[in-house]
């Protein structure tokens, strides 16, 4: 008994330890087509999944305003937030021939001119200071 009693014990303290420090942020998503389609949401926390393609989390929303919030908790770091809404329905998002998307897009700093560039172009940190990411919807005009 006393075994199980520690091991809970441990796991409850590493837990919290795990836990602690998570922010407590908020998505901010702007231009979206009310009714247009589910908004498609990935969080990147480094180069090589951004370019991987490999969430640190994913979700989707409704489109059922043109300003939508969203509450996350995140560890203190760096992230990218990408957002696509589905306005055909498919699940993905469609693109020209030349991968240039169809549908509207979102990135943290991203004017939706040309490419997005790279991760640390367009990171946004979140920390105690700097909870809010902002995420402007549109559609890409190529430069």
């Given amino acids: 008994m006393f075994k199980k009693a520690l091991l809970f014990f441990a796991l409850t303290c590493t837990a919290v330890i795990i836990y602690a420090d ?31 393609k490999q969430a640190f989390v994913s979700f989707i929303l409704e489109s059922n305003n043109a300003r939508l919030t969203h509450s996350i908790e995140l560890p203190e770091g760096e992230y990218v937030v990408s957002i696509f809404q589905d306005t055909n329905n498919d699940g993905r ?26 991760f640390h172009r367009l990171k946004v940190p979140v920390n105690n200071n700097s909870k809010t990411i902002i995420v402007n919807m549109g559609r890409v005009r190529v430069v």
């Fill in 22 to 52: 998570n922010i407590q942020a908020t998505i901010e998503i702007n231009g979206v087509i009310v009714n247009g389609g589910l908004l498609y949401v990935a969080v990147y926390s480094n180069e090589t999944d951004y370019k991987n």
């Fill in 93 to 118: 998002l469609n693109e020209t021939n030349f991968w240039i998307p169809i549908e509207p897009v979102g990135i943290t700093n991203y004017n939706h001119r040309g490419s997005p560039g790279n």
